[in-house]
C-alpha cells in the first residue's frame, strides 16, 4: 500500500461514517402514525421554521458529503489502476 491508498482510504471511511449519522440526524418524510391520528405538534409558526431550517442543512450537507463520496470512490478506483 502506497501513502495515497492509505490517505484516501481514511478519507473515505471518514466521508462514509459522517453520510451514516447525517441520514441519521435527519426526520423521515413520512408523518408516520402520530399524523394518522391527526397529531399536531408542530403546527406552531417556530414549531414549523426552525425543524425546517435544520433539516434543509442537514440535506445540504448529506448532499455535498455524498457528491465528495462518489467522486473520492471514482477517483480511488482510477488511481489504483493507473499507480499500482
Known amino acids: 500500500m502506497n501513502v495515497f491508498e492509505i490517505i484516501a482510504g481514511s478519507l473515505l471511511l471518514i466521508c462514509c ?3 451514516v449519522i447525517l ?7 413520512q408523518g ?7 397529531d399536531s405538534s408542530t403546527d406552531s409558526y417556530f414549531g414549523k421554521n426552525s425543524g425546517r431550517t435544520l433539516e434543509a442543512m442537514l440535506g445540504r450537507f448529506t448532499k455535498w458529503f455524498a ?8 477517483l480511488v478506483s482510477i488511481f489504483s489502476v493507473y499507480i499500482s
Do not use: D, R, Y
Request: overall charge neutral; aromatic content about 12%; glycine content about 16%.
Open 17 to 19: 461514517l459522517a453520510l
Open 32 to 38: 408516520g402514525l402520530g399524523s394518522t391520528f391527526g
Open 23 to 29: 441520514v441519521m440526524l435527519q426526520e423521515p418524510k
Open 67 to 74: 457528491i465528495g463520496f462518489f467522486v473520492l470512490t471514482i
